[in-house]
């Protein structure tokens, strides 16, 4: 009788399993369908019960067998099961259990469910939900020591919480108190890292859920742990590390808390709510920077100082929100005053010495492991993932602690306090050094592997200098102050111009890495690139001569700037000598020069030069800064948008697959021939320079001896500037490009006539 009774179950599981993949209607009464996914369990060790424990009940009458159903009627399905003459063991049946339990609870979720048999579905799991304390069962076997069981149950819990979530079923009473006691404080108990998990789990369901309650659903599910994940913030960050017994529980601890505060912090962002949980890390922000101090595995380190740096940049949970939250969120003051909380935190830590306790140096990342065999040599750099992530932290800490009211002497004296700091840390990792060099190269070396942090970058950088530059222009500074500003954001190294001279260079003053960059909505380049624009407007003699001295240096090395790829695997010592008013006052006592470093100079390989976009896999950045207020090029002209809300980089999901296309246009010589004559019967709206030197916009070697020697650089800069509208243009012409540039057109023809205008002379 038992054996039947084994068979019988086993069969009706399996064809459940079957009928719910395949989102089949379910013909027969709900109850009988409960009965089978209703978990069995041992009153000793919350196992699962034996086969006889299991079937040796009068339970299972003959109403409750399941007519029989053919598997030639089912459409096939991968079936991770075993057949009933392998399943005698009850492990297997409960793991099939939970198994169907999480199928049909995913499709009563999913919108491609035909509409009648997730009714069906959703009348069962209301049923085992109020009929067999399910929710206590699987909180049971949380402590299985059974790893596979354990982690199927906090899978199947995590579903069901949600799903009593979106059909405002009240939540479970033991789980709750489940979870309040296991989070109370810190305790090396896998029960702490098993609450993390599920209210994580549930977290992201919420997240990746289209409806329109996101919010109120979101708050009824925190509330009751509100105040219980502040507590276990704190009791977890008050552990000294190097007294715990077992370290590897804290670690685990630490990693699931992170990824639950990202969570936190993402619907602190993107969802108005009213939780204090939401404001932990802003409250006590340096609780989790002190970890960065501790003798802990590199790996923990890294992903929190990348958890603050996207934290910073307003990216946390952009791959769970895309798509499912506006890009038009209004202002939130106290969001902006929370992250200037943790700003101010991060630059409290750097001048306390934390860039001195982050450890760069990596070991070898190889097949076999880490471990170098005796006699095998090998050549391990930095850890360039932690020298980006504390250099953009540090950068974007500053362009927000100065967008608040501080005054120009603070800042001046912090940007010269922790630049220094920063460049001091970033120095023994970059070969040749820094300080032989122009040290605003830092940052195109730092970054040059990871496009959308250098752009990032550049643009606090740019941030810091514009605000700056605004507060020099309010108190009407003496020209002689300005000189010595100026000289200031070169030995910082965030002078605007030489940031952008150095990616140009970078790129091989390539068009088409350009236009790359502005359909891609991988990085803040369109954001960035019209700040810098309208910065060049105003600042084009500066330019201008930072351009003469770039060609003065690279004329000393002997480096022809046209060969954008030869300049790469050049490698100099000699140091040109530096006019006075752009060398570093302690430099020039010295003698050191301020030389632009050939980019051959880098300890990068070759093939790393090239800015690549296909290893990122950043999300739309219409996500990464809610304070986006309307597109970069929605306004009718370039000064309506002098706002900082306007300068938000708003670029459409879509421009993925237009930026294929536009670059295949593009390629096709077919089509570059075609447009040359549709362009022959429209106007000339480029300015040339000077008669004398449009050669330079084909061949800069080719231009005359005083215009190459004085202002290489410069007219490469705009032949680069002249083929990017040009392809602009073709790509509008074609409705290829993925929004309206014509604001974008306009500045860069305004910014060529005005740089046009200054060395026309020439």
């Not at 027969?28 to 006889?52: E, I, T």
């Not at 950068?395 to 940007?415: G, P, R």
């Not at 370039?638 to 993925?656: G, I, R, W, Y």
Request: charged fraction near 25%; charge should be negative; include cysteine.
């Amino acid at each position: 009788m038992l054996d039947i009774k084994m068979k019988t179950f086993c069969e009706v599981l399996e064809q459940l399993y079957k009928k719910v993949l395949s989102g089949t209607i379910l013909e027969d009464d709900s109850h009988d369908y409960v009965f089978y996914l209703n978990p069995a369990l041992s009153n000793q060790d919350c196992s699962a019960a034996s086969s006889l424990e299991w079937l040796n009940t009068d339970a299972v009458p003959c109403q409750h067998q399941l007519p029989s159903i053919r598997v030639s009627t089912i459409p096939e399905a991968p079936v991770c099961v075993k057949r009933h003459s392998q399943m005698s063991d009850a492990r297997e049946m409960m793991l099939l259990q939970l198994t169907v339990i999480k199928v049909m609870v995913t499709r009563i979720l999913s919108v491609e469910t035909e509409i009648h048999a997730k009714e069906k579905y959703r009348d069962v799991i209301k049923i085992l939900l109020q009929s067999n304390e399910i929710d206590s069962k699987l909180i049971c076997m949380f402590q299985n020591s059974d790893k596979l069981l354990s982690h199927m149950a906090a899978k199947c819990l995590a579903l069901l919480l949600y799903f009593q979530l979106r059909e405002k079923i009240t939540l479970s009473n033991s789980w709750i108190a489940f979870c309040q006691k296991n989070l109370s404080g810190y305790s090396e108990s896998d029960e702490a890292i098993h609450c993390l998990w599920t209210l994580t789990a549930v977290m992201k369901e919420i997240f990746k859920d289209t409806c329109s309650e996101k919010a109120e659903i979101l708050k009824q599910f925190l509330t009751p742990f509100d105040s219980t994940l502040e507590v276990f913030y704190d009791s977890l960050f008050a552990q000294h590390f190097e007294n715990c017994q077992n370290p590897s529980r804290i670690i685990n601890s630490l990693v699931c808390f992170l990824e639950l505060l990202e969570l936190l912090i993402t619907s602190r962002i993107y969802l108005k709510l009213d939780c204090r949980s939401q404001r932990i890390l802003f409250l006590k922000p340096s609780c989790v920077l002190n970890v960065l101090t501790w003798p802990i595995q590199a790996f923990v380190k890294r992903k929190l100082i990348i958890f603050i740096k996207k934290c910073l940049l307003y990216k946390v949970g952009e791959d769970l929100c895309r798509g499912s939250v506006p890009a038009m969120i209004s202002p939130d003051h106290h969001l902006d005053t929370d992250m200037l909380a943790l700003a101010n935190a991060v630059l409290q830590a750097v001048h306390l010495g934390l860039l001195k306790t982050l450890s760069v140096h990596r070991k070898p990342s190889c097949f076999g492991g880490d471990e170098v065999q005796p006699g095998c040599a090998y050549l391990c750099g930095p850890d360039h993932v932690i020298l980006r992530a504390a250099s953009l932290i540090t950068m974007k800490s500053l362009e927000i602690k100065f967008q608040s009211d501080t005054s120009t002497n603070e800042m001046k004296v912090d940007l010269h306090r922790f630049m220094s700091e920063l460049l001091t840390f970033l120095k023994p990792h970059l070969q040749p050094s820094l300080q032989l060099h122009n040290p605003c190269e830092w940052l195109s070396r730092v970054f040059i592997e990871q496009d959308d942090d250098m752009l990032e970058a550049a643009k606090a950088s740019m941030g810091i200098y514009l605000k700056l530059t605004r507060e020099c222009e309010a108190t009407k500074r003496l020209t002689q102050e300005k000189e010595m500003w100026i000289r200031h954001t070169h030995e910082n190294g965030y002078n605007p111009h030489c940031i952008f001279l150095f990616f140009l260079k970078n790129i091989g003053f390539d068009s088409t890495v350009l236009l790359d960059f502005l359909i891609s909505s991988e990085t803040c380049f369109l954001e960035y690139f019209v700040r810098y624009l309208k910065l060049l407007q105003k600042d084009c003699d500066n330019f201008f001569t930072i351009c003469k001295f770039f060609d003065a240096s690279e004329s000393q090395y002997g480096i022809n700037i046209c060969g954008c790829v030869s300049s790469l695997v050049q490698n100099r010592s000699t140091n040109p000598i530096l006019p006075h008013h752009l060398t570093a006052p302690n430099s020039h006592k010295k003698g050191h020069a301020w030389v632009p470093r050939a980019s051959g100079d880098s300890s990068e390989p070759l093939n790393q030069v090239v800015i690549s976009k296909e290893t990122h896999t950043m999300g739309d950045h219409s996500l990464s800064s809610p304070q986006a207020s309307h597109s970069l090029v929605d306004y009718e002209d370039s000064d309506d948008s002098e706002a900082e809300s306007t300068d938000q980089c708003l670029v459409k999901s879509e421009q993925t697959t237009l930026h294929q296309e536009a670059i295949k246009k593009i390629q096709d010589p077919a089509g570059l021939s075609r447009d040359k004559k549709e362009f022959n019967h429209e106007p000339q709206s480029w300015p040339l320079i000077a008669k004398e030197s449009t050669t330079s916009f084909i061949d800069c070697e080719a231009a005359p001896n005083n215009t190459v020697s004085e202002a290489r650089i410069f007219y490469r800069i705009i032949k680069c500037f002249k083929e990017l509208q040009d392809a602009i243009c073709r790509l509008q012409k074609r409705n290829l490009f993925p929004y309206n540039p014509a604001a974008l057109l306009k500045l860069l023809k305004s910014t060529e006539a005005l740089c046009s205008k200054s060395v026309s002379p020439l």
